[in-house]
């Protein structure tokens, strides 16, 4: 396993390019998710997409303090309810806002072995999983903050 560089959105575009879906699961696959998981953890995230390791391909890691979810080719499958937190992102460093996210979600995708999985989850889960997938969309938390909530941070 080895750290990437986390992309920033001041400068790296590669943020805002929709990823393209994962054909075959790899080697080169499998070091991604390993090597996205090592630099999630080094940097204290809870989830980091491919695209924020320059990568444009549709995988990501989630770990919100109950165990490292490895997820490709994730879909938001069914979604309800709303809750409104405060988010950050590796690749926006010193700003928060708040953000309106489905309160229960459900994502089916492949996980590192290529087979089906269906995940549900709420509250800071559902927030997670929205948050990577709309990574994986070229989406970022600033495009979605609730007006008057956004603040910057010293870091």
Do not use: W
């Not at 630099?39 to 165990?67: C, S």
């Not at 948050?131 to 495009?143: M, Q």
């Amino acid at each position: 396993m080895a750290l990437r560089r986390i992309a920033n959105y001041k400068t790296d575009d590669v943020l805002r390019k929709k990823s393209k879906y994962v054909d075959e699961i790899n080697e080169k696959i499998i070091k991604l998710l390993d090597d996205m998981a090592e630099t999630m953890y080094q940097a204290n995230g809870v989830g980091l997409a491919a695209p924020q390791v320059g990568i444009l391909k549709r995988a990501l890691v989630i770990d919100i303090g109950e165990g490292l979810i490895k997820l490709i080719n994730p879909e938001i499958v069914e979604q309800e309810g709303e809750q409104q937190d405060i988010e950050g992102c590796l690749s926006i460093p010193g700003i928060t806002g708040e953000v309106k996210r489905p309160n229960r979600v459900k994502v089916k995708a492949l996980n590192e072995n290529g087979k089906n999985v269906e995940l549900e989850g709420t509250g800071l889960l559902a927030r997670a999983f929205c948050h990577e997938i709309d990574h994986l969309d070229g989406i970022l938390f600033i495009d979605k903050i609730v007006p008057g909530t956004e603040k910057n941070i010293n870091i």
